[in-house]
């Protein structure tokens, strides 16, 4: 029903920056939240950041806060990661979700764009 499209991964040095979009389509109009997630080889899934679609409101883990900057365009269905200062540990996919209104779980998750940051 919600279709994710994530873009703008690539190679970085140590210390760049890059920024990711995520493009959701489909049926879009419950939307409670989008966030992002990310996973390295060999670790789990991990949260990075979610932004609630009506306010705004914004949470980070504690590994990218001060670094990392979620946005979103409710007119476009798109949110943003912006994430500066980069380092090595943050190699990983990254993946956007979506959680519907009502819902207590993440809906929606787009494919995934690499990430790798080199020193």
């Known amino acids: 029903q919600v279709q994710l499209v994530e873009s703008g991964g690539g190679l970085v040095q140590a210390g760049g920056s890059l920024r990711l979009s995520c493009a959701a389509s489909?049926?879009?109009?419950?939307?409670?939240?989008m966030g992002w997630f990310r996973q390295a080889p060999g670790k789990e899934r991990e949260f990075v950041a979610r932004i609630r679609w009506s306010g705004g409101t914004t949470l980070y883990a504690d590994s990218v806060k001060g670094r990392f900057t979620i946005s979103r365009d409710n007119a476009k269905n798109t949110v943003y990661l912006q994430m500066n200062s980069l380092k090595p540990e943050d190699t990983a996919v990254y993946y956007c979700a979506v959680r519907s209104a009502g819902g207590s779980t993440w809906d929606y998750w787009g494919q995934g764009t690499q990430v790798t940051v080199s020193s």
């Open positions: 489909g049926r879009t109009f419950s939307t409670y939240g």
